[in-house]
């Protein structure tokens, strides 16, 4: 396009449709001329007459990409969700197109009644399921994002191919990339498509910076050019499969080698033995098989973590870290120790909390502390808020609040909010100079629930996101003397994650002997926790840590996380319910239930009443059930557990075919003789003086959450 001379051209107008149309387009085009050029976005699929919408390029819109407009007249364009409801302001929904352009359907009777369906809201007419994506603004035009297929469901984690693509894209030697689901001998499986001049290796390296491990390509492809079809789109019959160059075959040196590379054969299916040097990630390994071969393990006497497998992604790896006692290595970052109770110091300075910065907003607690600050304060709230998926940091926060609290105008609240697009992965937030000394002058104290909670992963990233972003604000909150209010989790005692000796474990604990090292989370939780801790020793930093247990569902109407499905609590419960059994061994087991509603609630009425320079809470209901009354409120709801041994329930475990990935912290729980007494009667001490109470979980409570997990699973 560069090389064309169209300087004394007579064209003036494009029309532009088929696609995302990105401002670099437009741009590219704009420079080829010496005067001024109009470009029309237009959109419109077949079934709809082709043109339905429009709206003329304009250089200084703010959009991600350039919106496609308003509807043409006698058109009706809809955004719904999967109930056929509208979608609210600033959410994602699929476009559905009714009036006097739709077709009366295709010559397929079948597929005719899968898209052309009874209009709800416009009776008689009919609505046509496009497929496609968009986003509404407040000013009332639209914005494509691209295919609903484009969104996929890999191991239990919906994942947006779009922002792999995207960071993908920042690569300086990607020209164009394609990212695809596909299935091979049963496994699921990324790939990334890319153009390049040259292969890139280390492409997943590359990757770890910015994304979760579950988004990581397994297959990596350079192709000279993406194969189009003729109307200009991914030709995705013509993408070659990828191959993997797999090592030399090694055979196995020892009795352990030897099990593990018939675990591994047996497990992946394989013909011929798996070499003992192979990486076995490059065999379609998922989180499901993982815990598989976890479970077969434990049966065999072999005690391992699903982090390990990721640590050493060789059987001979493997072998070797299960012979030889690893060194900890931790006396190092242990060496002088800060210890709680001699840092504590009690503090007489009123907080007058006007101004808040938030950090997190958009996740379920950080939603629910942002719903508790505006209707039992009088704050103003600064959330920062980094862009995801081409949808603005405001349109982002407006549609969790919406999806959370259906009933609630948050339109009555938004004087109160301040969003400012940012990113704690970036030095000062990704803020300039200016934005971060004005909100540092500015606002009273820092509320930090963000965070990634996945279990297992790749530690620079847990480090980088948990541990770096935390010391960045510690830096922050010492720089301006404002206080740093932190959520943390009671998993940092290690219990039930790594290995941990008997004992206590209290608000004035830290370091208990857990080998915190053995787990990249309840690692990247320790080291900032001992960060904080430290900056207060010298008072130089006013804080709060909240420990929290595990988060479930609102109490009042058992509305959960959005993706419900990531979450380990539901997938443990989900795992009883669906498997029908449940371990004999967990009868007398104490199973917590912390309602995220009290959880924020708690929060925001503990962090007005700071006393001590460092104040640490254990933020759990200590209200428990024990196993065998879980299963009576099941029953209740008219679900029929049947007890089992814990090696029965293994079996049928192993043989699931959905992901469980919960379950296995019960099982080590079973078999590990160290029991760690967790304590919170200084917290609960505080919340008593402020008349707060954990609720009794009951069975109507339980059955709420069954409800929700019911309407999802729908």
Same mark, same amino acid.
């Given at each position: 396009?560069?090389?064309?001379?169209?300087?004394?051209?007579?064209?003036?107008?494009?029309?532009?449709?088929?696609?995302?149309?990105?401002?670099?387009?437009?741009?590219?085009?704009?420079?080829?001329?010496? #005067?001024?050029? #109009?470009?029309?976005?237009?959109?419109?699929?077949?079934?709809?007459?082709?043109?339905?919408?429009?709206?003329?390029?304009?250089?200084?819109?703010?959009?991600?990409?350039?919106?496609?407009?308003?509807?043409?007249?006698?058109?009706?364009?809809?955004?719904?969700?999967?109930?056929?409801?509208?979608?609210?302001?600033?959410?994602?929904?699929?476009?559905?197109?009714?009036?006097?352009?739709?077709?009366?359907?295709?010559?397929?009777?079948?597929?005719?009644? *899968?898209?052309?369906?009874?209009?709800?809201?416009?009776?008689?007419?009919?609505?046509?399921?496009?497929?496609?994506?968009?986003?509404?603004?407040?000013?009332?035009?639209?914005?494509?994002?691209?295919?609903?297929?484009?969104?996929?469901?890999?191991?239990?984690?919906?994942?947006?191919?779009?922002?792999?693509?995207?960071?993908?894209?920042?690569? @300086?030697?990607?020209?164009?990339?394609?990212?695809?689901?596909?299935?091979?001998?049963?496994?699921?499986?990324?790939?990334?498509?890319?153009?390049?001049?040259?292969?890139?290796?280390?492409?997943?390296?590359?990757?770890?910076?910015?994304?979760?491990?579950?988004?990581?390509?397994?297959?990596?492809?350079?192709?000279?050019?993406?194969?189009?079809?003729?109307?200009?789109?991914?030709?995705?019959?013509?993408?070659?499969?990828?191959?993997?160059?797999?090592?030399?075959?090694?055979?196995?040196?020892?009795?352990?080698?030897?099990?593990?590379?018939?675990?591994?054969?047996?497990?992946?299916?394989?013909?011929?033995?798996?070499?003992?040097?192979?990486?076995?990630?490059?065999?379609?390994?998922?989180?499901?098989?993982?815990?598989?071969?976890?479970?077969?393990?434990?049966?065999?006497?072999?005690?391992?973590?699903?982090?390990?497998?990721?640590?050493?992604?060789?059987?001979?790896?493997?072998?070797?870290?299960?012979?030889?006692?690893?060194?900890?290595?931790?006396?190092?970052?242990?060496?002088?120790?800060?210890?709680?109770?001699?840092?504590?110091?009690?503090?007489?300075?009123?907080?007058?909390?006007?101004?808040?910065?938030?950090?997190?907003?958009?996740?379920?607690?950080?939603? #629910?502390?942002?719903?508790?600050?505006?209707?039992?304060?009088?704050?103003?709230?600064?959330?920062?808020?980094?862009?995801?998926?081409?949808?603005?940091?405001?349109?982002?926060?407006?549609?969790?609040?919406?999806?959370?609290?259906?009933?609630?105008?948050?339109?009555?609240?938004?004087?109160?909010?301040?969003?400012?697009?940012?990113?704690?992965?970036?030095?000062?937030?990704?803020?300039?100079? *200016?934005?971060?000394?004005?909100?540092?002058?500015?606002?009273?104290?820092?509320?930090?629930?963000?965070?990634?909670?996945?279990?297992?992963?790749?530690?620079?990233?847990?480090?980088?996101?948990?541990?770096?972003?935390?010391?960045?604000?510690?830096?922050?909150?010492?720089?301006?003397?404002?206080?740093?209010?932190?959520?943390?989790?009671?998993?940092?005692?290690?219990?039930?994650?790594?290995?941990?000796?008997? &004992?206590?474990?209290?608000?004035?604990?830290?370091?208990?002997?857990?080998?915190?090292?053995?787990?990249?989370?309840?690692?990247?939780?320790?080291?900032?926790?001992?960060?904080?801790?430290?900056?207060?020793?010298?008072?130089?930093?006013?804080?709060?840590?909240?420990?929290?247990?595990?988060?479930?569902?609102?109490?009042?109407?058992?509305?959960?996380? *959005?993706?419900?499905?990531?979450?380990?609590?539901?997938?443990?419960?989900?795992?009883?319910?669906?498997?029908?059994?449940?371990?004999?061994?967990?009868?007398?087991?104490?199973?917590?239930?912390?309602?995220?509603?009290?959880?924020?609630?708690?929060?925001?009425?503990?962090?007005? #009443?700071?006393?001590?320079?460092?104040?640490?809470?254990?933020?759990?209901?200590?209200?428990?059930?024990?196993?065998? *009354?879980?299963?009576?409120?099941?029953? +209740?709801? &008219?679900?029929?557990?049947?007890?089992?041994?814990?090696?029965?329930?293994?079996?049928?475990?192993? %043989?699931?075919?959905?992901?469980?990935?919960?379950?296995?912290?019960?099982?080590?729980?079973?078999? %590990?003789?160290?029991?760690?007494?967790?304590?919170?009667?200084?917290?609960?001490?505080?919340?008593? @003086?402020?008349?707060? +109470?954990?609720?009794?979980?009951?069975?109507?409570?339980?059955?709420?959450?069954?409800?929700?997990?019911?309407?999802?699973?729908?």
């Amino acid at each position: 396009m560069q090389d064309l001379d169209l300087t004394n051209s007579a064209i003036c107008k494009f029309i532009l449709g088929g696609d995302i149309l990105t401002k670099e387009m437009c741009e590219k085009i704009t420079s080829l001329f010496s #005067h001024p050029i #109009h470009i029309y976005n237009e959109y419109g699929p077949t079934e709809a007459t082709v043109g339905c919408m429009i709206y003329e390029y304009n250089a200084n819109d703010a959009y991600t990409s350039v919106p496609i407009g308003y509807p043409i007249d006698h058109t009706q364009i809809l955004l719904l969700n999967n109930d056929l409801e509208l979608t609210p302001l600033g959410s994602i929904g699929e476009m559905y197109i009714s009036g006097d352009c739709l077709a009366l359907g295709y010559t397929d009777n079948k597929k005719t009644d *899968e898209r052309f369906l009874n209009n709800p809201f416009y009776p008689p007419h009919k609505l046509y399921k496009t497929g496609d994506l968009a986003i509404l603004h407040p000013n009332g035009i639209m914005e494509y994002l691209g295919r609903s297929d484009f969104q996929v469901k890999l191991n239990g984690y919906r994942i947006e191919l779009g922002e792999i693509q995207s960071a993908l894209l920042t690569h @300086s030697s990607i020209k164009d990339v394609y990212v695809s689901l596909f299935e091979i001998s049963g496994h699921k499986l990324l790939c990334a498509y890319y153009v390049s001049d040259h292969e890139i290796e280390n492409l997943s390296d590359f990757l770890k910076k910015n994304l979760p491990t579950y988004m990581i390509p397994t297959y990596f492809v350079r192709l000279d050019k993406l194969p189009l079809t003729i109307n200009g789109k991914i030709d995705k019959s013509a993408l070659p499969l990828p191959k993997k160059n797999h090592t030399k075959y090694v055979k196995p040196q020892n009795p352990l080698e030897k099990t593990l590379q018939e675990l591994f054969t047996s497990l992946l299916e394989l013909k011929n033995p798996i070499s003992v040097e192979d990486n076995f990630f490059d065999y379609y390994v998922d989180s499901l098989l993982l815990i598989k071969a976890q479970s077969i393990l434990y049966s065999k006497g072999i005690s391992i973590n699903t982090q390990n497998f990721y640590e050493y992604p060789t059987i001979r790896k493997l072998a070797d870290f299960l012979l030889i006692d690893q060194p900890n290595n931790t006396s190092a970052f242990l060496e002088e120790m800060p210890i709680v109770k001699e840092i504590r110091k009690p503090i007489h300075i009123s907080f007058d909390l006007k101004n808040i910065i938030l950090f997190g907003a958009t996740g379920f607690l950080g939603m #629910h502390i942002l719903y508790y600050l505006l209707t039992t304060t009088h704050s103003k709230i600064f959330c920062i808020i980094r862009k995801k998926d081409a949808i603005n940091p405001l349109s982002r926060l407006i549609r969790k609040f919406q999806f959370y609290f259906s009933d609630l105008d948050i339109e009555q609240y938004l004087y109160r909010i301040k969003v400012i697009e940012g990113n704690i992965l970036d030095g000062k937030f990704g803020l300039n100079d *200016e934005l971060y000394n004005l909100l540092g002058n500015k606002c009273d104290c820092v509320i930090d629930t963000a965070a990634l909670v996945k279990h297992y992963g790749n530690y620079e990233l847990f480090n980088k996101t948990n541990v770096t972003s935390t010391k960045s604000m510690i830096a922050f909150c010492k720089k301006f003397q404002i206080p740093l209010h932190y959520i943390s989790t009671m998993s940092v005692s290690g219990h039930g994650l790594v290995k941990t000796p008997s &004992g206590d474990f209290t608000e004035d604990d830290l370091y208990i002997g857990q080998s915190f090292r053995e787990n990249v989370y309840v690692r990247s939780k320790f080291e900032a926790e001992k960060a904080i801790v430290e900056a207060c020793k010298n008072e130089d930093l006013i804080a709060s840590i909240y420990r929290l247990g595990t988060i479930t569902n609102r109490y009042f109407d058992g509305v959960f996380q *959005e993706n419900f499905a990531d979450n380990a609590f539901l997938n443990r419960l989900d795992a009883f319910i669906n498997l029908g059994i449940f371990p004999k061994e967990l009868y007398h087991f104490n199973f917590e239930f912390s309602p995220v509603d009290f959880c924020a609630n708690f929060i925001v009425q503990l962090m007005q #009443h700071q006393q001590h320079n460092l104040e640490i809470y254990h933020l759990y209901n200590n209200y428990y059930i024990s196993g065998n *009354e879980l299963i009576n409120m099941l029953s +209740d709801s &008219g679900l029929s557990i049947k007890p089992c041994s814990i090696n029965d329930f293994k079996v049928a475990l192993i %043989n699931a075919k959905s992901n469980y990935f919960g379950i296995t912290a019960y099982i080590r729980n079973i078999h %590990n003789k160290n029991i760690i007494t967790f304590h919170n009667e200084k917290t609960s001490s505080v919340l008593n @003086s402020l008349n707060l +109470d954990w609720p009794k979980i009951t069975s109507e409570y339980i059955h709420k959450i069954l409800i929700y997990l019911k309407e999802k699973h729908s």
